[in-house]
């Protein structure tokens, strides 16, 4: 089942915040985050694997709810390097590895 | 090193042709994947081999076969290319156990006219 990204786009100034959501229905076994600069492949952020969990990276940090049913990846300060598209990946408790994308999140930092 | 590469980056061909996407990974994973990116940036996971064995196949249609002859390579075979084929197909793997970072190829652009 596929999560559910929000929102689509996002147009931010340096310095600014974001905040990009991803849900389930159900209950998951993780959640991962990546992102892809245009015309290149999809990178590891993180993967966050338990309820309560937050997990930082730089200026970029992820929690994910008590009910693994939500994340969301927060890029504070923004910078022109983390234009790209953000895309969470869930795994399922019964098909670990089977890893389910969200239709992206493009996220535009301007100068 | 490339960790994970694929070849051809690029391959243009006509409907109804046969065509092949090679990938090998140099991570000692064993676990790889092709994903389908279409032209809404829409990442969908088609195939998993662990250890040489599939595990996972999506509705995705028959004329698409993945061949892994070790557990380094995965390729992908598409017969009777079709216009909706045309799609960046990206390769990827993973240990299974702990983190399962997927790790992905440059990606491998296929346009069928």
């Known amino acids: 089942?596929?999560?559910?990204?929000?929102?689509?786009?996002?147009?931010?100034?340096?310095?600014?915040?974001?905040?990009?959501?991803?849900?389930?229905?159900?209950?998951?076994?993780s959640v991962h985050w990546y992102r892809q600069k245009h015309g290149e492949a999809p990178v590891f952020l993180m993967i966050l694997l338990k309820g309560g969990e937050q997990k930082g990276h730089e200026k970029i940090?992820?929690?994910?709810?008590?009910?693994?049913?939500?994340?969301s990846l927060y890029l504070t300060a923004s910078q022109l390097s983390y234009s790209g598209t953000y895309f969470c990946g869930t795994e399922n408790g019964g098909s670990q590895g089977n890893l389910?994308?969200?239709?992206?999140?493009k996220l535009s930092v301007k100068p | 090193d490339t960790a994970v590469s694929q070849t051809p980056k690029y391959l243009v061909t006509q409907m109804g042709n046969d065509k092949s996407i090679k990938c090998e990974q140099n991570l000692g994973h064993d676990t790889m994947y092709w994903y389908k990116q279409d032209s809404k940036k829409f990442l969908k996971i088609m195939f998993s081999y662990n250890n040489k064995e599939l595990i996972i196949n999506e509705t995705v249609p028959n004329r698409f076969s993945p061949k892994s002859p070790d557990k380094a390579h995965l390729n992908l075979h598409i017969n009777s290319l079709e216009l909706g084929d045309?799609?960046?197909?990206?390769?990827?793997?993973?240990?299974?156990?702990?983190?399962r970072e997927l790790f992905f190829g440059e990606g491998s652009r296929l346009t069928v006219l």
């Open chain 1, 100 to 105: 389910i994308f969200g239709k992206g999140t």
């Open chain 2, 86 to 99: 045309s799609a960046v197909y990206f390769c990827a793997s993973s240990q299974s156990g702990g983190v």
């Open chain 1, 1 to 29: 089942q596929q999560p559910v990204q929000s929102p689509q786009a996002v147009i931010l100034r340096e310095g600014e915040d974001a905040v990009i959501n991803c849900s389930s229905s159900k209950a998951l076994y």
């Open chain 1, 61 to 71: 940090s992820a929690s994910f709810n008590e009910k693994k049913q939500q994340s």
